[in-house]
């Protein structure tokens, strides 16, 4: 009888530590399904949380030179670095301001011709003062004429975002 129990007891363990393969949660079927039309830039990161363009935008608007923000939001870009996408600009509905996106520690870079994707970015937004020769770098690496370059003549304030993170929708 002893020897019974203890075979019973094994039988047991063994039979109740079988998991179904088929059983599938379908909130982590719905994510990874979900993380899979993405394509991951810099620190990995999810899709949920991410703000609108429209909400981003109100967020900027709050903003003064020097304050900054942890924010994450969905947007598509309107312009990429052409020498190697070490920077890219964001469409902001309504707006004249494309927030000029860096990326942290200069430690990723983004496709060249993304420009249009949609795209998921999380990290700090700031404003920030531009200075002309800036202006001129970054207009020369956007592929502007010489005579776009050369009417930069003032420094601006700019919406700022320094991503730690990047999902571009594929």
Do not use: R
Request: charge should be negative; aromatic fraction near 10%; include cysteine.
């Amino acid at each position: 009888m002893k020897n019974f129990l203890i075979i019973f007891a094994f039988v047991f363990s063994i039979v109740s530590c079988k998991q179904n393969k088929t059983d599938k949660n379908p909130d982590l079927a719905q994510l990874e399904e979900t993380q899979e039309q993405y394509k991951s830039f810099g620190k990995e990161m999810t899709t949920e949380n991410s703000l609108t363009a429209e909400e981003m935008k109100e967020k900027f608007a709050s903003l003064k030179v020097g304050d900054t923000i942890a924010a994450k939001f969905t947007t598509s870009v309107n312009s990429v670095c052409k020498m190697k996408g070490c920077w890219m600009t964001l469409d902001l509905p309504e707006t004249d301001e494309d927030p000029m996106v860096k990326f942290k520690d200069y430690g990723f870079f983004v496709p060249k011709d993304i420009e249009g994707n949609k795209v998921i970015v999380e990290g700090l937004a700031f404003i920030e003062e531009t200075t002309v020769e800036d202006q001129k770098h970054y207009a020369k690496d956007a592929g502007k004429t010489e005579e776009e370059i050369e009417a930069i003549s003032q420094p601006s304030k700019s919406y700022g975002f320094l991503a730690d993170g990047v999902l571009l929708k594929q």
